[in-house]
Nanobody, 119 residues
Framework: QVQLVESGGGLVQAGGSLRLSCVAS????????MDWYRQAPGKQRELVAT???????NFADSVKGRFTISRDNAKKTVYLQMNSLKPEDTAVYYC?????????????WGQGTQVTVSS
């Protein structure tokens, strides 16, 4: 059974930094794109950052220049380094991975980790 487990969330003051991690486990044969999404109260879930299995990255305009995404394929882990945090970054952050287990390929989600930025 595949699991994605996020960690690293917490409470931080505006201007501070946090590093989120997401580890994939289970009978995984390949991992393709890995993404971070976030959902603030009363808002739709939005894509924050994407990294392909070749290392290409893409970011939402709202986080460009402040967030970086990276991955360690050997550890099946994706990271989100968040700098210069703003109160509007407050949300539950979710990891998403497009991966293959045996014959099947689909998206999996983590349970989410809360990030709260105080002003």
């Amino acid at each position: 059974q595949v699991q994605l487990v996020e960690s690293g969330g917490g409470l931080v003051q505006a201007g501070g930094s946090l590093r989120l991690s997401c580890v994939a486990s289970g009978s995984i044969s390949s991992i393709y794109d890995m993404d971070w999404y976030r959902q603030a109260p009363g808002k739709q879930r939005e894509l924050v950052a994407t990294i392909t299995n070749q290392g290409s990255t893409n970011f939402a305009d709202s986080v460009k220049g402040r967030f970086t995404i990276s991955r360690d394929n050997a550890k099946k882990t994706v990271y989100l380094q968040m700098n210069s945090l703003k109160p509007e970054d407050t949300a539950v952050y979710y990891c998403n991975a497009d991966l293959r287990t045996g014959l099947y390929r689909r998206d999996y989600w983590g349970q989410g980790t809360q990030v709260t930025v105080s002003s």
